[in-house]
């Protein structure tokens, strides 16, 4: 386990934030009559991701690079 600095609010460095800025996007402009019909929606969209999204959305090569560089 690594233990790193990161600043008290840094979206950009927390990988479930581009998750829930897809969901957004997948969600914007629709218009729900419940809440109960809002949480069917996300889930079936959750459920419709596939390993390789979900990966591609909060895996960043760019931070295991500046890992490995900085020798951590």
């Known amino acids: 386990m690594i233990l790193l600095f990161q600043p008290p609010y840094c ?4 990988p479930i934030e581009r998750l829930w800025q897809e ?6 402009w629709m218009q729900f009559d419940s809440i109960e019909t ?5 889930s079936q969209w959750l459920n419709r991701l596939s ?8 895996q960043w090569g760019w ?3 500046a890992l490995c560089v ?3």
Do not use: C, F, M, Y
Request: no cysteine; glycine share 4%; charged share 15%.
């Open 11 to 14: 979206p950009e460095l927390n």
């Open 23 to 28: 969901l957004k996007r997948a969600l914007a």
């Open 38 to 42: 809002l949480q069917q929606v996300i």
């Open 51 to 58: 390993l390789p999204q979900v990966r591609s959305l909060t």
């Open 63 to 65: 931070l295991i690079d």
């Open 70 to 72: 900085a020798g951590i």
